[in-house]
């Protein structure tokens, strides 16, 4: 009876925690539609998560509404925590229409560490499709969670998860414009290069080691590359006129820039540790945004050949036999390839407005999956699930994070100051 | 393009080698006051100097009359129609005086080439790049030799008004003469 009483008193406290607004102002989730394809799944409190500085469940429903692919449900107030397969009965979850739920426990060890145990069961017929454990440090509570959600993420749906990178964007506060690395979800960020000039076009090394980006620091744009362990930097390209546009090659050797040597912007290839220049593309118009496909044999770049700015793309073994890729629009800018390199993501304008769109390259369909009127900088998750890019919002820049399977997008809503040029991150090693 | 017989003439006769040498490199390593973090410990790629033409540094002179001359064409700007590169007729006077400066001063100008802040970053660079190109090649004609002049571009990233409205707008599209 002691017992019991102790332990409704736990149910008490975590009743109340779980009527705190769920929507917390760091990320703003906006699902529209389809909510019907969505997996439903309720994330209980770990039992004694009141014990842990902060609120790793939390974190996790987070994470998996950021995704737009889970439909999360909210438990009723007074649930009994589960802390063992044995204790969890399903038929509450059956009725609330869950298709799984997700419950744990904290408990102390010796030395501070902390021990995190939760399973993930489907509810009818009933499954467990996860156990896991973790003992930790408090300091490390964020990854764990951002774990966890992978975990789950894999575990429910079968396919690879996207929390285990992290994403790159430039802040502009006043006159300084700062570079800056992030979790998923924004939080966390840490500059990696403060200017008082502006800098643009961050790009990842396939290993996430190093960001190329643009910086006008000398009056004039030139690229550098950072190591982000070690803050190093190296000027990769400093040539006569603009250097611009960076992008690295699959395997991490290469990277596509944009120099004016000729007098117009084009393509050119150049070695990682800038030697071994070499042009790439041959116009007397405007080429620029150059981006590797993912297989490393053709670069697809935006061209004002025809008129306007079109995407085309160009193989790599020197034929130079060029195709257009977009047709629909006289504006179309900024070209990213999914990682399986079946579609490519870009910016479209079209009466004034300027939006992200999703094309598949073997039918050239195209669908829109950003709604503001100033869309930019689109860059796909290393899942391929979600596209990233920058909105304006009354005059201030924010990242979005746009779902490729259902409509829907995340606001970054954490991240303060003009927030732009968003690039996310491979998987981190 | 309607090109003023006395400027060319000015700059025909006033145009002497440009004798400065500089290693671009140098002004391009971190350390510059510009980055607070980031420790730049920059080296020059390869292969970048051999393109890069020397650039000179400032000449200062304390006569008067070059004080003069630089303060009438400091600031000036050429502005720009939408999508457009070419040099309207009301700024050729603006691209004449850089040219008789240049000609007669025989500095070094960087011409940084702006756009509106509408639309792709990388993309704007471009069109900038095309504006700063356009009043390259008018200052050549006028007889600024090409290592005096590197067209540049700053795309939208530094614009002069910061609304949105047409006004705005035509400020930004501008090319802007810096001299070094």
Request: aromatic share 8%.
């Amino acid at each position: 009876m002691h017992r019991l009483i102790a332990y409704c008193w736990r149910v008490l406290l975590l009743a109340t925690m779980l009527a705190a607004p769920l929507a917390r102002a760091d990320l703003t989730v906006d699902i529209v539609g389809g909510g019907s394809s969505r997996y439903p799944l309720t994330i209980l409190p770990m039992q004694n998560e009141e014990w842990l500085p902060e609120a790793v469940t939390q974190t996790v429903k987070s994470d998996l509404a950021m995704t737009g692919l889970f439909g999360l449900l909210e438990p009723p107030g007074g649930t009994v925590l589960p802390a063992s397969p044995q204790a969890f009965d399903p038929v509450p979850w059956q009725q609330n229409g869950s298709r799984a739920v997700l419950y744990g426990k904290v408990t102390k060890l010796e030395g501070g560490l902390l021990r995190l145990t939760f399973w993930a069961e489907t509810v009818n017929p009933r499954e467990q499709k996860l156990a896991a454990e973790f003992d930790v440090h408090s300091s490390q509570l964020r990854d764990v969670a951002h774990r966890i959600a992978d975990m789950v993420y894999e575990a429910l749906l079968g396919s690879k998860s996207l929390f285990a990178s992290r994403i790159a964007f430039v802040v502009q506060k006043g006159k300084e414009s700062r570079l800056q690395v992030a979790d998923v979800d924004g939080r966390r960020a840490q500059t990696v290069l403060r200017s008082a000039e502006p800098i643009i076009s961050p790009a990842w090394s396939p290993d996430g080691s190093r960001l190329a980006y643009v910086s006008f620091e000398n009056k004039k744009p030139v690229i550098y590359v950072q190591d982000l362990a070690t803050g190093q930097r190296r000027l990769l390209a400093n040539f006569k006129g603009s250097n611009s546009a960076p992008t690295w090659s699959p395997d991490g050797r290469k990277l596509a820039i944009v120099l004016t040597l000729s007098g117009n912007s084009q393509v050119y290839i150049i070695n990682a540790d800038g030697t071994g220049l070499s042009r790439f593309s041959y116009s007397d118009a405007i080429d620029t945004e150059p981006v590797f496909s993912p297989d490393g044999r053709q670069i697809a770049f935006v061209s004002d050949r025809s008129g306007g700015p079109q995407i085309y793309i160009q193989p790599l073994d020197g034929s130079k036999t060029v195709r257009r890729v977009t047709f629909q629009g006289a504006y179309n800018v900024s070209p990213a390839f999914s990682p399986d390199g079946r579609q490519l993501a870009y910016v479209r304008r079209e009466a004034g407005r300027f939006k992200v769109m999703l094309q598949d390259l073997a039918s050239g369909d195209a669908r829109m999956i950003s709604n503001s009127a100033f869309d930019e900088s689109p860059s796909f998750a290393p899942n391929g699930k979600m596209v990233l890019y920058a909105s304006d919002e009354g005059g201030r820049s924010v990242l979005y994070a746009a779902s490729t399977q259902h409509p829907g997008r995340v606001k970054l809503g954490v991240l303060e100051g003009q927030v732009q040029d968003a690039a996310w991150g491979p998987f981190n090693p | 393009m309607k090109v003023l017989p006395f400027v060319v003439a000015a700059a025909a006769v006033l145009l002497s080698a440009c004798a400065s040498t500089g290693n671009p490199a140098d002004s391009a390593n971190a350390g510059n006051a510009a980055i607070v973090s980031g420790n730049g410990a920059s080296t020059a790629g390869g292969g970048g100097s051999s393109l890069n033409p020397a650039q000179p540094l400032p000449q200062v002179d304390a006569a008067g009359a070059e004080a003069a001359a630089y303060a009438g064409v400091n600031g000036k700007s050429v502005f720009f129609d939408f999508d457009q590169s070419a040099i309207k007729d009301e700024y050729k006077g603006v691209v004449e005086a850089h040219a008789a400066y240049l000609g007669k001063y025989k500095g070094h100008v960087l011409v940084q080439g702006n756009t509106d802040v509408r639309g792709s970053r990388e993309y704007n660079l471009a069109l900038g790049q095309r504006r700063a190109e356009s009043v390259k090649q008018s200052l050549e004609v006028l007889g600024v030799k090409p290592d005096q002049v590197e067209a540049v571009s700053f795309g939208m990233e530094k614009p002069q008004a910061s609304g949105n409205t047409d006004g705005d707008h035509a400020q930004n599209r501008r090319a802007d003469f810096v001299y070094q």
